[in-house]
């Protein structure tokens, strides 16, 4: 790589110096040019300042370009190109055309191409395979474009990783340096062809949470379809349109019950489905766990791949426990908040008169009740608990101060406490009420019901693999044994 080692040579005509010109110092700091004046190309020189390196910017208005990082130069892009043999675009595609003129000043430069694009597939070609066919005598690295403006000024770029890729392997050494001097990581992706992959990275919209979401929005659809009133008319619709199927039952669940049914008891279900669908979203996070196991005693080895749905959902796992771990949040708010309801307010304060006018009959005790809603209770308060506790060791902060034994040990053994703690809170809930034929309207179970069946096959599954005989089978597997050695080793071990 060029360094410029002349501390003694006049700028050009055309050039303007931000800084002062004082002594040289003994090492003279590597120049990097920047074409951009943009916040990306002042945020990216101000860091390359900040990390030892002199910086040169090229712009078509040298003398009118708006405010640099002091100690920058700010010179034409003819000008800016002879000064760095390491030159960073910050410009938009639709911006290239000035390359091509100066084909001639980037010939043996390295260009790095920091441009993303507003959609996806918007151009035939990637902006980097664009530009290194408008200088075929330059070698463009495509890298650093997962970097936002912000990032450069303010955030902590220590380990973050960066991407590269690029047709020459000394070109992607010379960023790969650059990087490191900045705090990146930089991982190669390979050659050219991957810059339209690393480019559709920035595009992605929380790509770990989509899928999460989309199964609690599912469930939650499935749960409306299940909970009092219309319940076949739900089942259909209630799947794609959750917010229609709860419409239905504000204005539908009085005419079926034929009862009357004041408006908050008919917006009542909106918070009261939040414990059902955290039940269920936590148990979908330890359900590919058991599938896992499953296969594994199955197969009898632990070298044949899972399919993909099975590894894609072991993916999402974290991001499905910390929604369960919200929607808990609202289950907990809404327990709180209940008493303070109008409905529930008219309906104490109707026994309390009943009981007034009612001087013969004391009112009944019913130490069965009040036993099952104290244990509700006391469940309830514990699972939420320990369900604080396993968001808590999954932030990064937490989870990387614990050893491997202590993260599994919570995130295994008390997350199936947990599992079974919540499980058991929703069966005192309607404990007696699974047995009432009054319950099941339309032949169909409520949802504090439906609720149970995931938890309970979760568990199951973890109680089978507790099994002396099934656990000591699992763990050799994981240590490497099969049950089925290859034909290969066998005649290895044959001849040995």
């Keep these: 790589m060029t360094v410029v080692n002349s501390t003694s040579e006049m700028l050009k005509p055309e050039s303007v110096s931000l800084h002062p010109l004082g002594a040289a110092a003994a090492a003279v700091p590597e120049m990097l040019c920047i074409f951009g004046t943009g916040d990306l190309g002042r945020s990216l020189g101000l860091r390359l300042l900040q990390s030892g390196y002199r910086v040169v910017y090229g712009s078509r208005r040298p003398h009118s370009c708006g405010p640099l990082p002091q100690g920058s130069q700010v010179m034409s892009h ?28 980037l010939a043996g430069k390295v260009l790095v191409d920091l441009s993303n694009n507003l959609k996806k597939g918007i151009h035939p070609e990637p902006n980097a395979v664009y530009l290194q066919r408008l200088v075929p005598g330059a070698a463009v690295v495509k890298g650093l474009n997962t970097l936002s403006a912000w990032a450069l000024q303010n955030g902590l770029l220590a380990g973050k990783q960066v991407y590269l890729c690029g047709n020459s392997a000394e070109a992607k050494r010379a960023v790969a340096e650059m990087s490191t001097k900045l705090g990146l990581t930089a991982l190669d992706r390979g050659s050219l062809s991957a810059a339209g992959e690393l480019e559709d990275f920035p595009l992605q919209l929380f790509p770990e949470w989509s899928r999460p979401l989309r199964v609690a929005v599912g469930l939650y659809a499935w749960l409306s379809a299940s909970t009092r009133g219309c319940r076949p008319l ?27 049914t004041s408006p908050t ?28 196991a499953s296969l594994q005693l199955y197969r009898g080895t632990k070298y044949r791949h899972f399919p993909d749905w099975l590894d894609r959902w072991m993916l999402y796992r ?4 910390l929604i369960a771990l919200g929607l808990a949040f609202l289950h907990v708010i809404h327990t709180f908040m209940t ?37 509700f209770y006391a469940l309830g308060i514990l699972g939420f608990f320990l369900y ?20 599994n040990f919570i995130q295994s ?10 499980t058991a809170h929703g069966y005192i809930y309607g404990w007696n009420t699974f047995l009432r034929p009054a319950t099941y309207k339309w032949y169909t179970p409520p949802a504090y019901m439906l609720c149970l069946i995931v938890p309970s096959v979760v568990l199951v599954l973890k109680a089978l693999v507790l099994l002396p005989c099934v656990d000591r089978t699992l763990t050799r597997i994981r240590q490497g044994w099969e049950r089925n050695q290859p034909t290969e080793e066998i005649g290895k071990v044959t001849n040995l």
């Design 413 to 422: 053994k008390l997350g199936h406490l947990t599992l079974f703690i919540c």
């Design 265 to 292: 008891e008919s917006w009542s279900p909106w918070p009261t489905r939040c414990f059902p669908l955290c039940l269920i979203m936590l148990a979908l996070c330890y359900l590919p766990g058991g599938i896992a």
């Design 78 to 105: 003819g000008a800016a190109a002879q000064s760095a043999s390491l030159i960073f675009i910050c410009v938009h595609r639709e911006h290239y055309g000035f390359l091509e003129t100066m084909a001639t000043h």
């Design 318 to 321: 974290k991001q499905m426990g």
């Design 234 to 260: 739900r089942v259909a619709v209630g799947l794609t349109a959750f917010f229609f199927t709860s419409l239905l039952e504000m204005s539908s669940t009085g005419m079926l019950n034929k009862t009357k």
């Design 388 to 407: 604080v506790l396993l968001g808590l060791t999954s932030l990064p902060s937490v989870g990387g101060s614990l050893s491997w034994r202590e993260f």
């Design 339 to 375: 008493p303070t309801r109008y409905s529930v307010r008219h309906t104490l304060i109707t026994l309390v008169v009943d009981e007034m006018n009612n001087k013969t009959t004391p009112f009944y005790f019913d130490n069965t009740e009040a036993w099952g809603q104290d244990s």
